[in-house]
């Protein structure tokens, strides 16, 4: 997949993934409401795999085409949100942490901080969206500070997140007999697509607006 240098194309791109993923839980939909009951059983497991499986990829996919697009017009950090300087050096202040670095070494770290301003952000740190496969709320927050987005309108669906897709997921993914009432088939697919269209939303709002430039 090309690059997305302009807003068209980050938004065509972000567009195009969730497009091709909400169609897959779509059409898996609609086979288990024509399903008879054995495979409708089989098939509201997957389904749950299915909806965690897109959950994951697209807040991925989404995230790290955010960053892309602005490491691609290579800012200073000087003119960026104060995360993406944060960001730069958050993966240096965890090894700093783990080791034993000197009182020397740290202040040499505090002074390359405070004078990073006009350095340029252009590349991404992959570790800093690392869903870990296993994308519970408290990992989604993390992807949220990184990105500049508002935690705030996600904070009613950490249960969702946590219990209904991720426990779920595991538990089938562990070979246990969860059984899922063909009761849930609404709510989870429609949480799970409102999930992803609003962070998709979320991280376009940012680019249009340019809200992740300094104030």
Not at 25 to 53: E, F, H, P, Q
Request: hydrophobic share 45%; charged share 30%.
């Amino acid at each position: 997949m090309s690059k997305p240098f302009s807003e068209a194309d980050f938004t065509a791109q972000i567009t195009e993934d969730r497009s091709w993923r909400l169609k897959e839980i779509s059409d898996l939909k609609v086979a288990i409401l024509r399903a008879d009951g054995n495979l409708r059983r089989v098939l509201l497991r997957a389904m749950i795999t299915i909806c965690y499986a897109h959950w994951e990829g697209y807040v991925r996919f989404a995230a790290r085409k955010y960053l892309e697009h602005i490491a691609l017009r290579r800012f200073q950090y000087g003119e960026l949100d104060r995360q993406f300087l944060r960001n730069y050096f958050l993966p240096r202040l965890a090894t700093l942490s783990n080791s034993k670095a000197s009182i020397e070494d740290r202040c040499a770290l505090i002074d390359e901080i405070l004078t990073s301003t006009d350095r340029r952000f252009t590349r991404i740190n992959e570790d800093l969206i690392n869903t870990k496969a296993n994308l519970n709320f408290d990992v989604f927050r993390d992807i949220c500070l990184v990105c500049c987005v508002a935690l705030q309108p996600f904070e009613d669906k950490s249960t969702f997140i946590n219990v209904v897709l991720l426990r779920r997921r595991n538990a089938i993914a562990h070979g246990e007999d969860t059984f899922v009432d063909i009761k849930d088939l609404d709510v989870l697919t429609t949480q799970t697509i409102a999930l992803m269209r609003a962070f998709g939303d979320a991280v376009e709002n940012q680019v249009v607006l340019k809200v992740y430039k300094a104030a």
